[in-house]
C-alpha cells in the first residue's frame, strides 16, 4: 500500500520498470499504481431495477466502481448476484433504472442513438460465455461483419480478420463455420471479434464458463496478453479462480452489491495459501 504513495506521477504502462525482479514476480505485483490516472469506466449508484408484471426484481442495488484505462478487473460473483446486468449497463446495452455510467468521463445517458451505436461499436468489444457467433458465417466473415459496420472496406476487413485470427492462434481455421470449431476456438473466434475495431475496452461475461480447465486458462492467457500488450482495459466476470492471479483487481458482487474490492497483491496472498493447501 505504502508503496502506491511513492510514484504519484508516472505517465506509461510501458515505461521502464525501475526494479530489476523476474519478469515473473514484475508480473505478479498490482499494476494499478503505474496506470495512468484515468477513469476509463466509472459507475456511480447504479440501481437496475426488472419490473416483471407483480414481481421486481433488484439486480443492481446501488452499484459504485472505477476501473482505470488499461486494467484488468475480475467481477466474481455468485450465479444470479447481477455480474451480466452491470455488464450490459457498461457496455450500454441496456440502461440502469438509476445512477450513471460514464465512459472515459462521458455520461452514457446524454448520447444519443448515433454516439451510443459507435460507443458499442468501436469503443467496446464484448465476449459472451456462449460465443454468440452467427452460425451460417465462417469464422473469417464473423470478424469482418463489425469492420463493415464500421465503415472499413471489404479489403480492409478481410486483412484485418486474417490477422486477429492468428493473433488467437487461428490463422489455419478462418473458412470453418462455428460448429466446425471447438468450445475454445469459437471463443478464440469471438476474442478476435471483440478486437476487430481496436477497442479500448473489452467487456468479458464469463468468458471460459463453457470450456474445460484447460481452454479456460488458454483464453485467460489471451486475454492477458491484450491487456498487457496491447494495454487493452479487460473487464471479465467470472466464478472461475484461475481469473484470478491473472486480475489487477477483483470486485466482489453479492446480490447486486459490490461487496469487496482486493487488488493483485491481496489476491497473491490468497492464491498462495490455496496452492499451500493443494499440495499439502
Ligand atoms: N432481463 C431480465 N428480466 C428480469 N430479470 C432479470 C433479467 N436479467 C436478469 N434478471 C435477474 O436479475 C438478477 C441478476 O441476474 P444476472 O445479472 O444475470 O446475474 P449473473 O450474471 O451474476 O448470474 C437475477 O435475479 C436475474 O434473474
Ligand atoms: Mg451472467
Known sequence: ?????????????EAESPDTETG???????????LPEENTVRVRNVIKRY???????????????EVRRGEYISIMGPS???????????????????????????????LDAYELAWL????????????????????????????IFAGKTPDESIQKAIELLSLVGLGDRIQHKPLELSGGQQQRVAIARALANDPAIV????PTG????????????LLRRLNEENGVTIITATHDTKMLDVSDRIFHVEDGR??????????????????GLEVG
Open 1 to 13: 500500500m505504502s508503496e502506491q504513495n511513492k510514484s504519484p506521477e508516472t505517465e506509461q504502462p
Open 24 to 34: 515473473e514476480e514484475t508480473r505478479l505485483k498490482s499494476r494499478t499504481h503505474l
Open 51 to 65: 419490473e416483471m408484471g407483480k414481481v421486481t426484481v433488484d439486480a443492481l442495488r446501488g452499484i459504485n466502481l
Open 80 to 110: 444470479g448476484s447481477g455480474k451480466s446486468t452491470l455488464f450490459n449497463m457498461i457496455g450500454g446495452l441496456d440502461k440502469p433504472t438509476e445512477g450513471r455510467v460514464y465512459i472515459d468521463e462521458v455520461d452514457i445517458a446524454q
Open 120 to 147: 458499442r461499436c468501436r469503443k467496446i468489444g464484448y465476449i459472451f460465455q456462449s460465443f454468440n457467433l452467427i452460425p451460417v458465417m465462417t469464422a473469417l466473415e464473423n470478424i469482418t461483419l463489425p469492420m
Open 203 to 206: 467487456l468479458a461475461d464469463e
Open 210 to 221: 463453457n470450456l474445460d480447465t484447460h481452454t479456460g486458462l488458454e483464453i485467460i492467457n
Open 258 to 275: 459490490v461487496v469487496k474490492i482486493e487488488t493483485r497483491d491481496e489476491i497473491n496472498l490468497q492464491v498462495g495459501k490455496l496452492d
